[in-house]
């Protein structure tokens, strides 16, 4: 199985970014999709994740910026980044648990410049 994100770059503060990610292999369908974020010098944090059934959660410092998402075929996961502040700047990466196995992507550099 193979986690392939994308949609990285570098924007202004207040811009917008959309990543994406999209899993190949065996598995069609992760229980739960997640994307995690690590600055540089810093622990990976949990930014949001999504279950089968779209129910969604999100670190306290994105709610209402961020937007997780599924495409139709669910080995796919979106995130919409609205709003990004410098502190966002960090290599983001995209995750899929399937009863209880983690899988993770290369991950995708985001910069926001102030």
């Known amino acids: 199985v193979q986690l392939q994100a994308s949609g990285g770059g570098l924007v202004q503060t207040g811009g917008s970014l959309r990543l994406s990610c999209v899993a190949s292999?065996?598995?069609?369908?992760?229980?739960?999709m997640a994307w995690y974020r690590q600055a540089q010098g810093q622990q990976r944090e949990l930014v949001a994740t999504?279950?089968?059934?779209?129910?969604?959660n999100y670190a306290d410092s994105v709610k209402g910026r961020f937007t997780i998402s599924r495409g139709n075929a669910k080995s796919t996961v979106y995130l919409q980044m609205n709003s990004l502040k410098p502190e966002d700047t960090a290599v983001y990466y995209c995750?899929?648990?399937?009863?209880?196995?983690?899988?993770w992507g290369q991950g995708t550099q985001v910069t926001v410049s102030s």
């Open positions: 995750n899929g648990n399937y009863w209880g196995a983690d899988y």
């Open positions: 292999g065996s598995i069609r369908s992760f229980n739960v």
């Open positions: 999504i279950t089968t059934a779209g129910n969604t």
